[in-house]
Every structure is written in structure tokens, then in C-alpha cells.
């Protein structure tokens, strides 16, 4: 069984909904009462409303769309009443919320449903349109339908009532999208931002298709190991030429955090023996591919092992040399 339960939001009213799948038990009780029509006065005789919900995803991409649906529904329907829609299930609010929209469209709009579904078929996949109904009985009634290949209806429910959560889906839905609590989640919002708007891919370096050898080159001679994170800078530089058709591309870590791990193993005695800028040392090798642009990144060494923990990841040689040894470090 499944069970949902919608809040429609204005200045004025709030409703709570709940939807079942026919010869489904209804959690909240055997025998749930059925919305009366005094209930929901907004909703005549006759009557047609939606509702919208943007289902769970990447939550830039999940705000977006919630933001451009509410733009173009105020535009493609003049006159309706656009109101707030959450959606969840009962039994776990947080896990399960969904935002959206309730829309009533004005007395004498014929075209209501046509202009919603034109709106609606390119974003198909990424929301859940329903349809209300009261006919002449007592009852309103959802339709879920489906916009693959045209609008169509595929399930009907009663629409009954329930009480309404202890915690407020307005406060649930606050914590992680309105107010942050760590800088981390709202860097990796920003990073998810960038990454969207670029419409990039994320590559890494070493690549996937070497990295599970990744242990055994560790504990190799400098020589064989070094070799090996030049091969993947190579393979990874492939990946990049194949995804770039398509899209820009993002690289975390490439050849300059190679070199620099390998200069600094090799440089002995302090800083003063490294290479001058100009050296050749430095020189990017003339068969590898070049950013268009790098972002050198620099964190506290606190926050760094902090991060590698979080992970759940081991520290590698190189990186416990790096809490170890001052001269290494810089």
C-alpha cells in the first residue's frame, strides 16, 4: 500500500489531503472520512484543480524546476489561483517531502487542462500531475495522470481527510534549503550549482577505470608509482577529449597535483633546493591536454583530514607525510 498526503497553502485556508490507491489499507484507519464539499468550498460543483509536485532529486535541479514551473504556470494560466503545495507521506515527512503547486483555474477556462499539459510534457519525468474532481455525489476525486505521450488518466482515488502532523511541513522543509548548519552542505550546493549550470561533467583524477589499482601502485618504488599517476592523467586527459563534445568538463586534480606530490617527495632538505619558477621542471608536458582554466583549491590541514575521515577513506602514505613533515607540507 501507499499513502500521501498533500497541504494546500494560502493566506486564508489549509488543507490536508490524503490519496489511496484503490484496495490499498489507509494508514490512518480503517474508515477515513471523506472530504465534504464545505470542506473544500473552493473547489464547485463541476470543478476542475491540479496538482503538481516535483519529486525528489538533485536539489539544485529540483529548486529550479520548482522555480521555473511556478514562472510559467503564472504566465500560460492568467486568472488561476497558483498556491503551495507539499507532499508527503505521513509516516516519514522528512525523507518523503515533495514541493509544488495547487492550482485552481478560473470559472469558464475550458482550455485549462490543454495549456497545463503544454506547460508540463517537456518536465514529465521529473514531476507528478493529479486532477480533482467533484461531480454531483459528495465525493472529490484525484486522477493521476500521464503526460508520455499525451495526457491520460491512469489511476482514479477518493480524496479523504487526516489530521494534520505534529511537525509542520513549512519547519521540515527548512533545514538544508533555506538555513544551512555547515559550511560543507552549502558548498556542495554551490559546487552542485556550478556544476548544473554548466550542464558540466565531473571527471577525477586518477580515472575509474585504474583507480581500483590505486593501493598497489602506492606501495611501489617512486619510479613505478609516479608512472602510473602520469598514465592516468593521460587516460583521464581521453576521457576529457570524449565528454568535452558534449559538455564542458570539470577535472578534480589533474597534472599539477602529480608533479607536485612527486617534486615534493624527491626535494630534500628545505625549500630552498626547490626548483626556481622558470625551471623546466614545471614545463607541461607537450602531448598532455591543458585546461582551459584551473582553480587551485587550499583548505586547513585540519579541515583537510577532517574531510578524508568524513569519507571514510584511509590516509595514503603521502598524505599522513603531509601531517608529519612540515617541509613536505609547504
Known sequence: ?????????????????????PGCLNIHGP????????????????????SI????????????????????????????????????????LHETLEKGFFILPPPGCPDAERRLCDVLVEYRKDIQ?????????????QCLWDLDGGAKEITRSKVTRVEEPVSSPFVDSIKGSAVFYSLEDACDVLEESLRSHLKAELLRSPPGSINQWRSIFDSESSLIKRAYYAAGNYIGAAEIAKASKTSPVIMDRFWHSTAAYAIATEIGGGIHNLPDH???????????????LVILLTVSDEERIRRIHKRGLQETKEEKELEANNMFKQ
Open 1 to 21: 500500500w501507499k499513502t500521501k498526503v498533500i497541504g494546500v497553502t494560502s493566506s486564508v485556508r489549509k488543507q490536508k489531503l490524503n490519496w489511496e490507491e
Open 31 to 50: 474508515q477515513a472520512p471523506s472530504m465534504d464539499p464545505n470542506d473544500w468550498p473552493m473547489l464547485p460543483p463541476g470543478g476542475l484543480a491540479f
Open 53 to 92: 509536485c516535483v519529486t525528489k532529486g538533485q536539489r539544485v535541479k529540483t529548486t529550479r524546476l520548482h522555480k521555473s514551473l511556478g514562472l510559467q504556470l503564472s504566465e500560460e494560466l492568467p486568472g488561476s489561483q497558483i498556491l503551495k503545495l507539499f507532499s508527503y507521506n505521513p509516516e516519514n
Open 129 to 141: 500531475l493529479c486532477g480533482y474532481k467533484r461531480e454531483e455525489e459528495p465525493e472529490i476525486w
Open 278 to 292: 622558470h625551471h623546466d621542471v614545471y614545463h607541461w608536458p607537450d602531448d598532455l591536454l591543458k585546461p582551459d
